[in-house]
């Protein structure tokens, strides 16, 4: 018997996903996405909240953040177990 892998399950860019340009530079949060092009907000180095729209085939998905999901064949956990693994009790 062969064992499966694990294997990462990176969402589609969406409002809420963490975002490069593909280039590299800063993580960003997207904001929306209309027409291929997702408006992306992000904190300076100054700490100054900085709002572009970019095409978003010019983004790759952040390996910061919590924007990947590990799935594990065989795991049986519900939608608020993962939200808790990722994100911690509120």
Known sequence: MTARLPRVVEPSLEA???V???SGGFSMV???VADGVAT????DKQGKIRREQL???VLKRSTEGTDM???VPGLDA???EIDEAV???H
């Open 30 to 32: 997207i904001e929306s």
């Open 16 to 18: 809420g996903g963490v």
């Open 87 to 89: 994100w911690g009790k």
């Open 20 to 22: 490069q340009l593909r």
């Open 78 to 80: 519900s939608e608020a």
């Open 55 to 57: 095409a978003a085939a």
């Open 69 to 71: 999901i590990l799935v």
């Open 40 to 43: 992306c907000v992000w904190a």
